[in-house]
């Protein structure tokens, strides 16, 4: 079929595919060459995207606006801190248990959520709280009121996520599907808060 404008809209599909293909590359060049960069500029981006969707969501209570300082806080840290964290966290796997040992899948899988997630939900929480402008005090409250019910919802969550993307997604596109969970979780992370 011919659109108005005198294209067919299978040629528009392809534009569409094309555009999205060079996209693809340039991000996976991007990671190639400055990984950390990239992932700490995605996980600051999506972090604060899950911000603002959660709190459109569930309003603040006392203003029902969105509050900046919240999805500042969540991208900051989620920008200096959780991207360089998991790159280093990822690599730490790799080496401790490489991809052709016995049962990789399932010893990378508790590597990450036993011993690796644990302490960095903790300084979530807890850096976070502060950067949202809480005294110490008022984040070790918010640490003790949400850490282990937080933890268990993640140990649920990302064990199956993780599981998938260790035994059936391309390397290549790894950290695409991570950061797709990375967003569903920031936001269910926001709106717990």
């Not at 293909?21 to 972090?47: D, H, M, Q």
């Not at 203003?63 to 919240?70: A, C, E, P, Q, S």
């Amino acid at each position: 079929r011919m659109s108005s404008k005198g294209k067919s809209r299978d040629g528009d599909r392809q534009d569409e595919d094309s555009i999205l293909s060079k996209v693809a590359t340039v991000y996976r060049f991007a990671l190639r060459t400055n990984p950390i960069l990239v992932r700490s500029v995605t996980n600051g981006a999506l972090a604060s995207l899950g911000n603002i969707v959660s709190q459109c969501i569930t309003p603040h209570s006392s203003t029902g606006k969105i509050v900046w300082r919240n999805v500042a806080a969540f991208g900051a840290f989620n920008a200096l801190i959780s991207g360089p964290f998991n790159y280093y966290a990822q690599h730490l796997t790799n080496a401790v248990i490489p991809r052709s040992a016995s049962n990789a899948i399932f010893k990378r899988l508790a590597l990450d959520r036993l011993v690796v997630y644990p302490p960095y939900l903790l300084a979530f929480f807890f850096v976070v709280a502060l950067l949202e402008g809480s005294s110490v005090e008022e984040a070790k409250r918010r640490v003790q009121l949400m850490y282990w019910i937080t933890l268990k919802a993640n140990l649920q969550f990302f064990t199956v996520a993780q599981l998938i993307n260790i035994k059936f997604v391309p390397q290549k596109n790894a950290l695409l599907y991570g950061n797709l969970l990375v967003l569903l979780w920031n936001i269910y992370l926001a709106t717990r808060r």
